[in-house]
Nanobody, 124 residues
Framework: QVQLVESGGNLVQPGGSLRLSCAASGFTLDSYAIGWFRQAPGKEREGVSCITRSGLNTGYVDSVKGRFTLSRDNAKNTVYLQMNSLKPEDTAIYYC?????????????????WGQGTQVTVSS
C-alpha cells in the first residue's frame, strides 16, 4: 500500500524553526520527484519546494528561498523540509506529494500520491 505520512507540524513563534518529515511506505522515494505544498484557509494549494528524482536538484518558491531547505534520506525513505525564520504567512497545512517523473513541478495535478498533511501555525 502506497502511503505518505507527514509529521512535525506545530505552533511556533515568528522567527522560529520547524522540521517537517514525510515518510513513505509501499514505494521508494528516490524513484519519484517529491514536492512540498501548503494550503492556507481560503487559499489554493501552492507549491513550496521540490526535489528531482535523482536528488541532484531542489527548487524553492521565492517566498521561502533562503529560509526553507528540502532534503532526502534514502536510507530512511523520508524527505524533510527544514523551515527557518518562520513568518505568520507561512501558516498552512503542509503536504508532501510524489510524482512518477524525474523533474520538479509546483503543479499539484501532476502528483500521484499525497500525504494527509500537517498543520503549521506561526503566531505569537
Amino acid at each position: 500500500q502506497v502511503q505518505l505520512v507527514e509529521s512535525g507540524g506545530n505552533l511556533v513563534q515568528p522567527g522560529g524553526s520547524l522540521r517537517l518529515s514525510c515518510a513513505a511506505s509501499g514505494f521508494t522515494l528516490d524513484s519519484y520527484a517529491i514536492g512540498w505544498f501548503r494550503q492556507a484557509p481560503g487559499k489554493e494549494r501552492e507549491g513550496v519546494s521540490c526535489i528531482t528524482r535523482s536528488g541532484l536538484n531542489t527548487g524553492y518558491v521565492d517566498s521561502v528561498k533562503g529560509r526553507f531547505t528540502l532534503s532526502r534520506d534514502n536510507a530512511k525513505n523520508t524527505v524533510y523540509l527544514q523551515m527557518n525564520s518562520l513568518k505568520p504567512e507561512d501558516t498552512a497545512i503542509y503536504y508532501c506529494a510524489a510524482a512518477g517523473r524525474s523533474s520538479c513541478s509546483y503543479n499539484p495535478s501532476t502528483y500521484n500520491y499525497w500525504g494527509q498533511g500537517t498543520q503549521v501555525t506561526v503566531s505569537s
